[in-house]
């Protein structure tokens, strides 16, 4: 019989067995999944939990809060400010960062996250979910803002939980990637699936094409020849998703392949796209790039970003490695005319 593999005891080989982690980043990997199996269980409760609906209140990007936002971003704070594995978390909730109360021992982690990714379906009961970066302080006694930006390639670890018909957690320490579903009679996360891998061509693509009279060029022309399908220059057809989730539509694309898009667009052309780099961008683009995928914002893989802001934003496309490829190529003939 095939052995059952608990979070616990695969984070403890890693450690142990294999010499790829910490025995500090293993403790601090276990509370983040402590903190998502709580929040998984506040996104089951839904109404009979009283935590739908909006709290009434902005976040730092002028985005509306909803009452869960609010939750996950509270459950990763104090699950993770007292266990000595960090110095300070940074949040897409919060506008600064939040240094380890003095109170407590600080240790040499610094943890980003988006506590509830793919907000808008929160109320609607569709699959939403919390994404992780984790990265080394640099030396020095205090933590500062500029400390955390460092570009994508620096983490350590990496990872989302995807609260969906299953909550699964899907994880990287940079030696591939690993899968785990949570089983609610034994309180564990349970590994079922290593070394998830990207089929490198797809016929599957992953963007809001409501947004497509706001595109430029090279993201009009890659969709227009998707949708052209066998009778197109690509000569096959294909399919589309958009869940409005990243989180869910990236695991979709770990699980069997794609490519998904959030470009910049003409709606706001100030900002260099709708998704946040250091909490959003960078541990998907870590996690597909783990799994054989590709990441770039169209122009450069998005893991050498020199990160200028915590909040900045960028632009992203990811997943299977023949289509990301294409898509920076359609960037670059553009920038080259
Ligand atoms: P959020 O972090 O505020 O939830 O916003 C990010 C989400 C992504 O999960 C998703 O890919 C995108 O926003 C959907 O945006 P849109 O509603 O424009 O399609
Ligand atoms: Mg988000």
Redesign the pocket.
């Known amino acids: 019989m095939a052995k059952s593999i608990s979070l616990t005891r695969y984070l403890v080989e890693q450690q142990r067995v294999d010499g790829l982690i910490p025995a500090q980043l293993r403790l601090l990997l276990e509370v983040v999944a402590r903190a998502c199996k709580s929040i998984s269980h506040s996104v089951n409760k839904g109404a009979l939990g009283e935590v739908l609906g909006s709290a009434g209140s902005e976040?730092v990007?002028g985005?509306i809060q909803k009452k869960l936002?609010i939750i996950a971003n509270e459950v990763l704070i104090e699950a993770n400010e007292w266990g000595g594995h960090l110095a300070a978390m940074a949040s897409?909730e919060m506008d600064e960062i939040y240094q380890v109360p003095n109170r407590y021992p600080r240790g040499e982690y610094l943890l980003l996250f988006?506590p509830?990714?793919?907000?808008?379906?929160i109320d609607v009961n569709v699959s939403?979910?919390t994404i992780f970066s984790v990265l080394l302080k640099p030396e020095g006694v205090d933590v500062l803002e500029k400390d955390f930006l460092q570009a994508g390639h620096k983490q350590v670890a990496a990872g989302y939980c995807v609260y969906g018909p299953q909550t699964t957690l899907v994880l990287t320490v940079g030696h591939g990637v690993a899968m785990f579903t949570l089983d609610r009679e034994q309180g564990s996360f349970m590994l079922t699936q290593e070394d998830l891998r990207i089929p490198e061509d797809t016929q599957e693509f992953a963007i809001?094409m409501?947004?497509m009279r706001h595109w430029d060029a090279p993201t009009k022309r890659y969709i227009d020849e998707c949708l052209q399908g066998r009778e197109g220059p690509r000569g096959k057809d294909f399919n589309m998703r958009?869940?409005?989730?990243?989180?869910?539509?990236v695991h979709r694309i770990l699980t069997r392949g794609g490519v998904?898009m959030?470009p910049w667009d003409k709606r706001e052309p100030g900002k260099a796209g709708?998704?946040?780099l250091m909490y959003?961008a960078n541990p998907m683009a870590w996690l597909v790039e783990q799994a054989g995928g590709a990441a770039t914002d169209g122009q450069q893989r998005i893991l050498d970003i020199a990160p200028e802001q915590l909040h900045q934003r960028v632009s992203v496309v990811l997943g299977s490695k023949n289509e990301v490829d294409r898509v920076t190529q359609y960037y670059a003939q553009t920038a080259a005319k």
Do not use: T
């Not at 509830?116 to 379906?121: A, E, K, P, Q, R």
């Not at 958009?242 to 539509?249: G, K, P, R, Y």
């Open positions: 976040n990007q985005e936002d897409e988006d509830l990714d793919g907000s808008s379906n939403i979910g809001n409501s947004n958009w869940i409005a989730s990243m989180v869910a539509d998904f959030y709708k998704l946040r959003e």
